[in-house]
């Protein structure tokens, strides 16, 4: 073998080599898009059945994702354009995730509230949201429904023990003539506007079709 033919073999192999790194780096790339993929695809598949995503639930199948991995699988998600209905909100103890598409902000948020069981802040947030928003106040027959699900016992303790925390004082009772009991904000409401409203959404809207 002449010098020019075993240059021209060690050029080969030489090339081939790095063809292989490059070839197997490609593969690594691809293979973490796919699971950030399929981790916008599960989320938005749980919100689509009403159901925030934490963190922990990726660490299963059929994700089985490494704690390692699940910050950074979350941040590349966040980057891509074409998950950008997926949002990523912080609880207390918990990151939560859950595609815009199926659930809003606004009942994410009570969602979270419900599953850390912080509920004198979800009481009061959603009295407090209502009473600025729209205004109007808050029946409180709300709290027994999903995402809520307070038994009237649950409830009623719970706002008694509300009442005496300075932290939640502008959330304030109302009730119609037959007895119906709406919360509202003084923040944002006064009490005879409340009053009013109660009023008419539980007896006059009836009598006045």
């Given at each position: 073998?002449?010098?020019?033919?075993?240059?021209?073999?060690?050029?080969?192999?030489?090339?081939?080599?790095?063809?292989?790194?490059?070839?197997?780096?490609?593969?690594?790339?691809?293979?973490?898009?796919?699971?950030?993929?399929?981790?916008?695809?599960?989320?938005?598949?749980?919100?689509?059945?009403?159901?925030?995503?934490?963190?922990?639930?990726?660490?299963?199948?059929?994700?089985?994702?490494?704690v390692d991995e699940?910050?950074?699988?979350?941040?590349?998600?966040?980057?891509?354009?074409?998950?950008?209905?997926?949002?990523?909100?912080?609880?207390?103890?918990?990151?939560?995730?859950?595609?815009?598409?199926?659930?809003?902000?606004?009942?994410?948020?009570?969602?979270?509230?419900v599953e850390e069981?912080?509920?004198?802040?979800?009481?009061?947030?959603?009295?407090?949201?209502?009473?600025?928003?729209?205004?109007?106040?808050?029946?409180?027959?709300?709290?027994?429904?999903?995402?809520?699900?307070?038994?009237?016992?649950?409830?009623?303790?719970?706002?008694?023990?509300?009442?005496?925390?300075?932290?939640?004082?502008?959330?304030?009772?109302?009730?119609?003539?037959?007895?119906?009991?709406?919360?509202?904000?003084?923040?944002?409401?006064?009490?005879?506007?409340?009053?009013?409203?109660?009023?008419?959404?539980?007896?006059?809207a009836e009598q006045?079709?």
């Amino acid at each position: 073998m002449n010098n020019e033919s075993y240059k021209n073999d060690e050029l080969t192999d030489e090339e081939l080599t790095k063809s292989d790194y490059n070839s197997g780096e490609e593969d690594g790339i691809e293979e973490v898009q796919d699971k950030v993929v399929l981790l916008g695809c599960f989320i938005r598949d749980k919100s689509y059945e009403g159901i925030l995503t934490n963190a922990e639930d990726l660490l299963d199948e059929p994700l089985s994702l490494e704690v390692d991995e699940i910050l950074t699988m979350i941040d590349d998600l966040q980057t891509r354009e074409e998950f950008s209905d997926i949002c990523v909100r912080k609880g207390k103890e918990k990151i939560y995730l859950f595609s815009e598409n199926h659930i809003t902000n606004n009942y994410a948020k009570m969602m979270i509230s419900v599953e850390e069981r912080d509920l004198f802040k979800m009481i009061a947030e959603t009295v407090r949201e209502e009473s600025k928003i729209y205004p109007r106040p808050t029946d409180v027959r709300l709290f027994t429904k999903a995402p809520f699900k307070l038994s009237k016992e649950e409830f009623y303790q719970i706002y008694e023990q509300l009442k005496k925390n300075e932290e939640y004082n502008d959330i304030q009772e109302t009730r119609a003539s037959n007895n119906a009991m709406y919360l509202y904000s003084d923040r944002f409401m006064k009490k005879v506007h409340a009053a009013s409203l109660t009023e008419w959404i539980e007896v006059e809207a009836e009598q006045n079709p």
